[in-house]
Structure formats: structure tokens, C-alpha cells
């Protein structure tokens, strides 16, 4: 767990002053009798809300990224050579990728390492961004060596290197030289360097291939200490790295940014509420976690709008105050989250949703969807494998797919209501039985019949039914 500590006091210091506020807001209200004073106190408590359902922005608390921060750590300590020295973090959107190359770039910069920004665009002009951010944190570098050296031999210390600005040079000799500055001066300040690139599945594929080249010569080549993390969709397997030229970025570590775990979300929705001096009891707390499924921007959705709802600020956020939060955040995400993902997407990743939004049904089978899509689930593999890979939905098991948002379903039925289509015909489509399920079901309704015969019927060998008809008969068996 990692807090942002500079933020944390600044908001402690503030809600100091809210308290003190408040504390002189009673004292003045006891002795001139005006409650006025002492509620336009707590009207601005209850404003400083902690939580920050905005994208890019730091949580108050950075919960269940530990493992990842922990990799990043070791790595910048032991340098080039380290496996996750050069890495790629992957989520779908909202799952924290932006805060998390944050918390890194401030632990490098807490490690004195020299630190460069980048969120990559597909336009050829990403390769130019790129070579500025970097020409640029190796001149504030040199800055810093001079002024030390300086400081330390008298003036005249600290010879100026720059990158040829000439744009007449390619792309790849500047990038080049650019990242070989760059290390020279990461390795003389002894503490290295650390490049950054959000929205790694957007980028243009030209300047990412200079790029890759470029890292690959100073760090894994030369063992110079540039350290590299990106973060992008789990598409851009697909896209950016699928190029021939990305051989290097095919290579090297990846970290998923998994769903928070039930204990992490409630610990990201408690700990801010109770830094900022509120509480929340243990049912409202459960509620509100698992309302968040693991989804780091709903727990911000969540934990605002229940900090909001909550009537009185000097009491704890209730039971209904989380259900009423939850209505507000659901809201939200259909429209920062869900619209925007679906916007996205092909016309046939589109009709495989829109297929799995008309079961009422957890987990629903592949073969289900394909029928009510009218596809055959050979041909869906594909899309259904890229809507995962986006994090729109997932494989709980062989066969089986979900939506990773559940109120994903009654929004996009919401839509196709609105839109007046329907897919597989109006009504609640029929499920399709397996050839296992009907084996049961036929051994059910008639136990004396031969596994030739049940075989016969459903249309499979006899060992099949034999080896069902076991296993069925042993689970009925079984408390
Ligand atoms: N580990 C976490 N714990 C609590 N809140 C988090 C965590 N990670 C991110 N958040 C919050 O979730 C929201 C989304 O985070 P962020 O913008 O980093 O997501 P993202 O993956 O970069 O999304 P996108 O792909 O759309 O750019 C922000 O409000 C952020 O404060
Ligand atoms: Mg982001």
C-alpha cells in the first residue's frame, strides 16, 4: 500500500483547519448563541471529499499494487540486468495504469534518478515528443551534474553535450542520440534514468520501433541504466506490438493490472475516509466493496459519491448512505466507462455484447452467444478473445464467458431497447444443453436404460455416458 505522502499531508494539514474551523465555530456558537456559525463550519468539512473519481488522478491510497511497486523497486536497484528493468504494464481502462507510472516515476525521483514523461499519440510527430522529453531531462541532468561539480571544483566544470537538433537527421539517428546522452549522463549521476510512456497501445508504430532500437542499444546492449516502463490496453499485443520491428517490447516483463481483491477495495475506501477524519461501519463497508468489483475507478466512484451522501459528517457513512452511492456511481460508469468502451469497438465485437447482454445469467455459454448472435462460436474466438484482452469481458471457464462489469448487461439491454434492435428475436433466448447435461438429464428420467441406448440418443459413444453417468451418480451421492 502506498500513500501519497505529500498529498496526504497537504490534506491532513486542511482538514487541521477544518477542525479547528469547526472547534472555533462551537466556541463562537456557544457564546454568541448562532448555530450558523458552527454549520457553515461543518458545511465545509463535509466538502473535503478524499476520494478523486478522476482518471489520471492519485488515489489517496494506491491499494493492492504492492507486488508491482515492489518489482519496480528491485529492478531500479539492481539495474540493466534486472528481468523487469524494462517493462509493460497492462489493464483495461480505469484499472489504474496513469496512477501507477506516477507512484513509480516518484519513487525514481525519490531514488535520484533522472525521470522522462511521455503518453504516446499515433501521429509521426510522437517520435519528435519523444525525443524532446528526452534531449530535455538530459540537459536538466547535465544542469544538475554542472551545478554539483561546480559547487564542488569552482566554476567551468561541466561540459554541455546536445543533441543534434537538425531535423534533417532521421528519426532514428536523433532518437539514437538522444537516448545515448541521456544514459551517459543517467550513468555519471550514478542513479540512472527512467522513461515512461502512457497509452503505450496507442502509439505510432514508426516512432515506437526508433524507440525500441534505441533502448535496446543503451540498455540492454551498452548495460547503460535507462530504465523503461509503459502502460497501455491489454489490445495492444494485438496492435502496437504485433509490428515485426517490436521484437524488443514483444520480449520484456509484463504486470496485469488485476481487480483489486474484496480486502484491497475496502481498505482503498476506508483508509481516505478515515483520513479525513469520517468513518464508515463494517456492513457499509462490505457493501461498498464488493459493489466495486475490484474496479479501482468505481471504488473512487463509490467512496465520493457515499462520502457525499453522507447527511451527517461528524457520524459514520451509513448502510443506505453506500446504496445510494452505489445507484450515483453506477450511473457514472455508465457513462465514463461503459459508453466510451463500447465506442471503441467493432461492429462485431459490439453484436457479441449486445448477443451476451440478452441472458439474464452470470456466466454464459460460448455456444449460447454464437447462436443468439447467429455466428458459429468458431468464428467468434477471435472477437470474443479481443473484448477479454480489452477487459470488457472474461473467461471464467472453458466455454463460458461474463461480463467483467455485471451492470454492464442492463446498460447495453437498456441500449438496444433505445436503439429498438434486438438480437436472436425478441424475448429471453434459449440456452443450448451440453451433450454432458442431456447424458444426465436422460439418465435421470430413465435410470434403467443402457448406456448404448442413452448413447443412441443423445448422439455420443456409450464409454462417454458410462464415464458421466459415474461422475453424476458419485456428486449426487456426496452431501
Ligand atoms: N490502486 C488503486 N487504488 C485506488 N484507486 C485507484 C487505484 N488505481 C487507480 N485508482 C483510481 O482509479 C481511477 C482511474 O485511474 P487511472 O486514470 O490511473 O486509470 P487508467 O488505467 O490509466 O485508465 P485509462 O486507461 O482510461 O487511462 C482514478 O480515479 C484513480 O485515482
Ligand atoms: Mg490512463
Not at 54 to 68: I, K, N, Q, S, V
Not at 75 to 98: N, Q, V
Not at 259 to 275: D, G, M, N, Q, T
Not at 414 to 420: L, N, P, T
Request: proline content about 5%; charged content about 25%; overall charge neutral.
Amino acid at each position: 500500500m502506498t500513500s501519497f505522502a505529500s498529498f496526504a499531508k497537504w490534506q491532513y494539514c486542511l482538514f487541521c483547519i477544518f477542525c479547528r474551523m469547526v472547534s472555533i465555530g462551537d466556541r463562537l456558537s456557544a457564546e454568541t448563541g448562532r448555530d450558523e456559525i458552527r454549520e457553515a463550519a461543518v458545511a465545509i468539512v463535509r466538502h473535503a471529499n478524499p476520494f478523486h473519481p478522476t482518471f489520471g488522478r492519485p488515489p489517496h491510497t494506491l491499494a493492492g499494487r504492492d507486488e508491482a511497486m515492489r518489482r519496480c523497486r528491485a529492478a531500479m536497484s539492481a539495474g540493466p540486468d534486472h528481468p523487469d528493468y524494462s517493462m509493460l504494464l497492462k489493464g483495461p481502462r480505469g484499472s489504474g495504469k496513469t496512477v501507477l507510472l506516477a507512484a513509480v516515476r516518484d519513487m525514481a525521483e525519490q531514488n535520484g534518478l533522472a525521470t522522462v514523461r511521455v503518453t504516446a499519440k499515433p501521429e509521426p510527430t510522437f517520435a519528435d515528443a519523444l525525443i524532446e522529453q528526452v534531449t530535455s531531462a538530459s540537459d536538466a541532468e547535465r544542469r544538475r551534474v554542472s551545478s554539483a561539480q561546480i559547487s564542488v571544483l569552482g566554476s567551468g566544470a561541466g561540459v554541455s553535450f546536445r543533441a543534434p537538433e537538425s531535423r534533417e537527421l532521421s528519426v532514428h539517428t536523433r532518437m539514437l542520440d538522444a537516448m545515448e546522452h541521456l544514459a551517459d549522463r543517467a550513468q555519471r549521476n550514478g542513479k540512472g534514468a527512467l522513461i515512461t510512456i502512457d497509452e503505450f497501445h496507442n502509439a505510432n508504430i514508426a516512432a515506437l520501433r526508433d524507440f525500441a532500437h534505441a533502448l535496446q542499444d543503451v540498455a540492454k546492449i551498452d548495460g547503460k541504466p535507462v530504465m523503461f516502463v509503459g502502460a497501455g490496453l491489454p489490445s495492444m499485443e494485438e496492435t502496437a506490438l504485433a509490428d515485426q520491428g517490436m521484437t524488443f517490447f514483444q520480449r520484456i516483463a509484463r504486470t496485469q493490472l488485476d481487480p483489486l481483491s474484496p480486502e484491497e477495495s475496502a481498505e482503498a475506501l476506508r483508509a481516505p475516509i478515515e483520513a479525513a477524519g469520517g468513518t464508515i461501519g463494517d456492513e457499509a463497508l462490505t457493501t461498498a466493496a464488493a459493489a466495486t468489483s475490484g474496479y479501482p475507478f468505481m471504488v473512487q466512484l463509490v467512496g465520493y459519491h457515499s462520502w457525499e451522501r453522507c447527511a451527517d459528517p461528524g457520524g459514520a457513512i451509513t448502510p443506505d448512505d453506500v446504496r445510494a452511492a452505489i445507484g450515483a456511481a453506477t450511473g457514472d460508469m455508465e457513462v465514463q466507462v461503459f459508453a466510451p468502451m463500447v465506442r471503441d469497438l467493432s461492429d462485431t465485437d459490439r453484436l457479441v455484447l449486445d448477443a451476451m447482454s440478452a441472458f439474464d445469467l452470470p456466466e454464459i455459454k460460448l455456444s449460447d452467444v454464437a447462436r443468439a448472435a447467429g455466428k458459429t462460436s468458431n468464428y467468434l474466438s477471435v472477437y470474443i478473445e479481443r473484448l477479454r484482452e480489452a477487459g470488457v469481458i472474461d473467461r471464467p471457464a472453458r466455454g463460458r464467458v461474463r461480463f467483467v462489469h455485471a451492470t454492464m448487461r442492463d446498460w447495453l439491454q437498456r441500449q438496444r431497447v433505445e436503439r429498438g434492435a434486438a438480437v436472436g428475436g425478441s424475448g429471453r433466448p434459449e440456452t443450448t444443453t451440453t451433450v454432458k447435461e442431456r447424458i444426465i438429464a436422460t439418465c435421470r428420467s430413465n435410470p434403467e436404460a443402457t448406456h448404448a441406448a442413452i448413447a443412441a440418443r443423445v448422439g455420443t459413444s456409450p464409454d462417454y455416458v458410462g464415464r458421466v453417468r459415474r461422475a453424476d451418480s458419485t456428486s449426487s451421492r456426496e452431501p
